[in-house]
């Protein structure tokens, strides 16, 4: 693409780096900037400088904060003994979303991927070794997305953690309700047969 | 969606501003300005209040440009008598990428919309009009999109028009090349028949 001017070509640029974007995405999110008054616009790129520079992360959890200590881990109603490790904040907020969870949580940051040169060191795994060894932690729950990523990380931690008196789980890998049996893949059908449920057990859907 | 900061929020609704972005599309895109480094991020976001205080509109065929006269209206190698009436710059790239043009363009800025408040005065009419009185435009071509707003627009400007003494005319509305008869829509098929065009004049494919 040809634009006429240096300044929309760099304009373009800069929102084609966001993930999923492409240029002729990028020139319309540039167009719409353009008609905004510039009250507007400085609003909007205002908006990202102060996120990136006032942000901060909670030092228990690592989750993203506004102070110190987030505000799942300042809650002292919450179980502080269970842990679910989780890659993201997304994946907090799914998990919340669904109102079953009263532990704390830890965020690693992402998972060990060596195609994309993210080894243990770039994630918050020592801290959460630090966390289990000196904290009152009982349990940890892992849940990673079941990718070959997710799941060499979720043996790495299992193996470091295996040194402390926790025990460690994964989330229930299933047949998702309200899915046909005769659709599922045969890895999940295999495993929901293997990791059955006693009735009693059972949660109204 | 909750979230655990009002940082976070306000990033989210500021991209979820952007056409066709959801909240879902601007978190994931507010995580990776989160990754990025703070340099990163300030140039991001310098760029666009950069694009909307330096950029310049070309005071003669309205179209975006880096100075008072647009690279088009700048090159005298271009035909001047021939003006091609468009919605906003992405139908100018679209034009100039087809390399059959060698006119000059007069971008609209919109098209007439009541239902969405934008009547002639929002829109650069006034100096289309101004151009054709006292100018040496010799032909109008209209080249915007087959709406129902867009045929307003065409309609309303060839009345406007055709008080001077310049033709006007639309762009070849037809088949496709590549395209199928048998899947056509009956409007387009019908205008083609009606519109065909003598061989001899017939460009190749």
Redesign the interface.
């Given at each position: 693409?040809?634009?006429?001017?240096?300044?929309?070509e760099?304009?373009v640029n800069?929102f084609a780096?966001?993930?999923?974007v492409g240029r002729k995405?990028a020139?319309?999110?540039?167009?719409?900037?353009?008609k905004?008054d510039?009250r507007e616009?400085?609003?909007?790129?205002?908006?990202?400088?102060?996120?990136?520079?006032?942000?901060k992360y909670c030092k228990c959890c690592h989750?993203?904060?506004?102070s110190d200590l987030?505000?799942?881990c300042a809650n002292q109603k919450r179980d502080h003994s269970l842990v679910c490790v989780v890659e993201?904040?997304?994946d907090?907020?799914a998990i919340?979303?669904t109102h079953q969870y009263n532990g704390i949580y830890h965020i690693l940051g992402g998972i060990i991927s060596p195609m994309d040169g993210i080894g243990p060191d770039d994630l918050t795994i020592q801290p959460l070794i630090e966390k289990v060894k000196h904290g009152r932690v009982k349990e940890v729950i892992m849940a990673l997305s079941t990718t070959m990523e997710g799941d060499t990380t979720n043996f790495y931690l299992y193996k470091k953690l295996s040194e402390f008196n926790v025990s460690v789980s994964t989330i229930a890998r299933g047949i998702a309700i309200g899915d046909e049996l005769e659709y599922a893949d045969e890895v999940t059908l295999g495993r929901s047969i293997v990791n059955r449920t006693p009735y009693e057990k059972q949660l109204p859907a």
């Open positions: 693409m040809d634009f006429s001017s240096r300044l929309i760099n304009a800069e780096k966001l993930p999923g995405t020139l319309r999110f540039v167009l719409y900037l353009l905004q510039a616009v400085a609003r909007f790129s205002d908006t990202f400088l102060k996120m990136k520079n006032e942000l989750n993203i904060s506004d987030c505000e799942i993201d904040i997304r907090v907020m919340e979303n």
